[in-house]
């Protein structure tokens, strides 16, 4: 059970603050602040979303932001459209076998999905394997695919399935 509490600042302006156990007994004591003006009214709106999200921070609410939209990050692509165009872009590949790959591509990375630590779920994007903050600008190679590269180049091990190593030029020019 949420509950709000009226603090009055050194300045004596008054804020509200929305406080809570955390999944209830036995969690730890979060709170929010409210001020200004609608702040008995977003207070109380807030201790609502807390009641109804089983006393926890609601899905998608930044402490001490409120819900914020994630920044975009300019060349972002999503996920699977990036593997598709990478499929199509592939040379000396015969036509079954791009089909299969769009097929695994539609079946399996079409499931990934991207968790914001805030809770909010988005749809995976070739960016947004960053943490929190939005980089400006990003490689489209996730980052253990990168490092596998890396140690096929150096080891000169066999890429996997039996591909050839032109397929992964593209990938390379990127991983640096």
């Not at 207070?43 to 930044?62: I, N």
């Not at 699977?80 to 592939?90: F, G, K, M, Q």
């Not at 590949?93 to 499931?111: A, Q």
């Not at 490689?139 to 397929?167: C, E, K, N, Y």
Request: net charge neutral; aromatic share 8%; glycine share 10%.
């Amino acid at each position: 059970m949420a509950s709000i509490r009226e603090r009055t600042n050194a300045d004596g302006s008054v804020t509200y603050q929305v406080r809570w156990l955390e999944g209830g007994r036995g969690g730890s004591w979060e709170s929010e602040r409210f001020g200004g003006d609608d702040g008995t009214a977003q207070a109380a709106q807030f201790r609502k979303l807390v009641e109804a999200h089983g006393t926890r921070w609601p899905h998608g609410w930044v402490p001490g932001q409120g819900f914020v939209e994630t920044p975009a990050v300019p060349g972002d692509v999503p996920l699977v459209e990036y593997a598709t165009r990478y499929i199509d872009r592939l040379n000396g590949v015969d036509g079954r076998t791009k089909d299969d790959y769009r097929r695994d591509v539609r079946l399996h990375l079409s499931l990934i999905q991207h968790t914001e630590p805030s809770g909010l779920v988005m749809p995976a994007t070739i960016c947004n394997r960053q943490r929190w903050s939005a980089p400006t600008s990003c490689r489209p190679v996730p980052a253990p695919l990168a490092d596998q590269v890396r140690a096929a180049r150096s080891t000169g091990d066999a890429p996997v399935h039996g591909t050839d190593w032109q397929d992964f030029s593209s990938v390379w020019s990127q991983v640096g």
